[in-house]
């Protein structure tokens, strides 16, 4: 059974049966890995936020009353859990185009993708071993230093 506590063991097994450590430099070259996939996570929410930020096609001019934009649906979000659940509003735009409909299907992929990607990192977290564990919050954090100025430039 496996041990529900962490531990700093070079031996461990990683989402898959192939993917087995065993010693110091496997345990090194899966924190990287782990590591990359993290920066890779945080680049992606990013990315997804930058493309439901932006505007897109410029709006035709209308005589109607626009309906109040919310001042808060393109800021960042506290938590992954929250920008996982929170809808991320697109400018307005024709929904009958077909840009936005390829801009939606790319959101989704992105969403699929980026989904899939916590799950396994969560799953990393799992196996209990103390140097994964840091991998995973180390390239959290270096994914977030790097990306998050990114934001301010579009």
């Known amino acids: ?32 890995v782990v590591l990359l996939l993290s920066v890779f996570y945080e680049l992606l929410k990013v990315w997804r936020m930058h493309l439901g930020c932006r505007p897109h096609m410029p709006k035709p001019p209308s005589y109607s009353p626009t309906p109040p934009v919310h001042a808060d649906s ?10 996982s659940l929170t809808p991320i509003e697109a400018h307005p735009s024709d929904p009958n185009t077909r840009s936005s409909l390829l801009l939606h299907a790319v959101q989704a992929l992105l ?5 899939t990607l916590a799950y396994m990192l969560m799953l990393c977290v799992m196996s209990y071993n103390t140097w994964i564990f840091l991998g995973v919050i180390v390239g959290s954090c270096l994914g ?3 990306s998050f100025p990114l934001l301010g430039q579009s």
């Open 111 to 115: 969403h699929m993708l980026q989904v």
């Open 74 to 83: 393109c800021t960042t979000l506290n938590s992954p859990s929250e920008s």
């Open 144 to 146: 977030f230093f790097i």
């Open 1 to 32: 059974m496996m041990s529900m506590t962490f531990g700093v063991s070079t031996s461990v097994t990683l989402l898959f049966d192939f993917w087995e450590v065993h010693g110091p430099a496997g345990m090194v070259l899966s924190v990287a």
